[in-house]
């Protein structure tokens, strides 16, 4: 069964940092280019980094460049999300994603990913 299971979240003051993780299972190869995508109340769906096998390329959203940075392990089966430099308007609900399938560049079009995880709620106070 595939799967993608996020953890990290959780309650930060402004300025604040947190790591998120995801740790995806069950592909019979590669999960092919994993993202990162927020969802805030009434707000859609937002991509927020992603990256692909190998490490690149990377992509990121303009309201999160320079304070987050998204990685990989070198199974390529596990992505972080550094966060750093928090702001109330980065609280929202955080989901990972995968393409599923290899040489496929979805960069930050969540159509184009076809596994989610359950998400994990980052909330940033002021």
């Known amino acids: 069964k595939i799967q993608l299971v996020e953890s990290g979240g959780g309650s930060v003051q402004s300025g604040g940092s947190l790591r998120l993780s995801c740790v995806a299972s069950?592909?019979?190869?590669?999960?092919?280019?994993m993202g990162w995508f927020r969802e805030a109340p009434g707000l859609g769906r937002e991509g927020v980094a992603a990256v692909c096998p190998g490490g690149e390329p990377k992509h990121y959203a303009a309201s999160v460049k320079g304070r987050f940075t998204i990685s990989q392990d070198n199974t390529d089966r596990t992505v972080y999300l550094e966060m750093n430099n928090l702001k109330p308007e980065d609280t929202a609900r955080y989901y990972c994603?995968?393409?599923?399938?290899?040489?496929?560049?979805?960069?930050?079009?969540?159509?184009?990913?076809?596994?989610w995880g359950q998400g994990t709620q980052v909330t940033v106070s002021s």
């Open positions: 069950g592909f019979k190869y590669s999960p092919g280019c």
């Open positions: 994603a995968a393409v599923g399938v290899l040489n496929v560049r979805p960069g930050l079009d969540p159509a184009l990913y076809n596994f």
